[in-house]
DNA sequence: ACTGGCTCCTGAGGGC
DNA sequence: TGCCCTCAGGAGCCAG
């Protein structure tokens, strides 16, 4: 599932095929993604393509028209750059055929991803205009992760998921970061000592950064591939490794499904 | 303002 | 080998 990484990896992959090119042609071959693709997504062949930003993970392609064409990947979404010629798989559904004879290729076969024609400031779109700061730039702090937890009930690998607080931070990497930073998953947010979100806020960066590093070279040839992951696995010390042992002390890692997730823990490196 | 639960969808994987 | 069942999962939305 594309997480924070992957959607920078993706970015930084197409971009180069993508900026300062004109749109031939839009095909979309199926419209009920999450939200129906915008209807007027046809109003973009002719237009130029100025360049692909990330927000969340959500990748957007600023228009020359004022417009911007928001991309989400869902969870098991993919975008590739591909010849037109090439035979259309079962779950590409729209395909952007650019001028410099590439075709850029939206695969999904969950269809939890999204394709929509933004008219106006993106950043103003209710899909966009609450989402917490990105998690390794400025805007993310040690003191704003303190104000996320304060007074807050939840489990705090609940309150770290939510893109409302600060964005990106997916379920694989929300167990990641708490084992790195020894909490247990569970703990009410509010209980969370200063120190311990201390910890928390840098094993977040350090887990998304390596990653990103990680998805830079595995998925170095994803323009040819499904781009499907599995690259991170032997990085990963707690996600899916349920009954196995701790890469630190050998205890068997724990499993629980907590706010509807499968959820990781070590129950002797992590405590509340 | 919070919180927890439901929902969309398909493919993978386990059990038999 | 094949069928059936369950589950995973981003994130919006809704009800309490």
Same mark, same amino acid.
């Given at each position: 599932m594309p997480e924070l990484p992957e959607v920078e990896t993706t970015r930084r992959g197409i971009e180069p095929h993508v900026a300062g090119v004109k749109i031939k042609e839009l095909i979309v071959? +199926?419209?009920?993604?999450r939200q129906p693709v915008?209807?007027?997504?046809?109003?973009? $062949?002719g237009c130029c393509i100025l360049g692909v930003s990330r927000r969340s993970k959500y990748l957007l392609l600023s228009i020359d028209d004022g417009s911007t064409l928001l991309i989400h990947l869902g969870m098991s979404g993919s975008l590739r750059v591909s010849d037109p010629a090439e035979e259309w798989k079962k779950h590409d559904h729209v395909g952007i055929t650019l001028a410099s004879g590439k075709q850029l290729r939206f695969h999904d076969p969950r269809r939890f991803g999204l394709v929509l024609r933004l008219k106006g400031?993106?950043?103003?779109h209710p899909l966009l205009k609450n989402l917490g700061p990105?998690?390794?730039?400025?805007?993310?702090t040690v003191g704003h992760l303190e104000t996320v937890c304060?007074? +807050?009930?939840?489990?705090i690998k609940v309150v770290i998921m939510d893109a409302k607080q600060? $964005?990106?931070?997916?379920n694989i990497y929300a167990s990641e970061a708490l084992f790195h930073a020894g909490?247990?998953?569970?703990?009410?947010a509010a209980q969370v000592s200063k120190s311990q979100v201390g910890k928390l806020f840098a094993s977040i960066r350090k887990v998304l950064a390596a990653s990103i590093k990680e998805g830079g070279t595995t998925l170095r040839d994803f323009l040819n591939s499904d781009?499907?992951?599995?690259?991170?696995k032997q990085r990963?010390?707690?996600?899916?490794?349920?009954g196995e042992p701790c890469r630190k002390c050998g205890t068997s890692i724990c499993h629980e499904v907590l706010g509807q997730r499968a959820t990781y823990w070590c129950p002797k490196c992590q405590k509340s």
């Open positions: 071959r +199926r419209r009920d993604l915008s209807r007027d997504i046809m109003k973009l $062949v400031d993106p950043m103003e990105e998690p390794l730039e400025r805007g993310f304060a007074g +807050r009930a939840s489990a600060v $964005v990106g931070v997916g909490i247990l998953p569970q703990t009410p781009g499907q992951p599995g690259y991170f990963l010390f707690v996600y899916g490794r349920k």
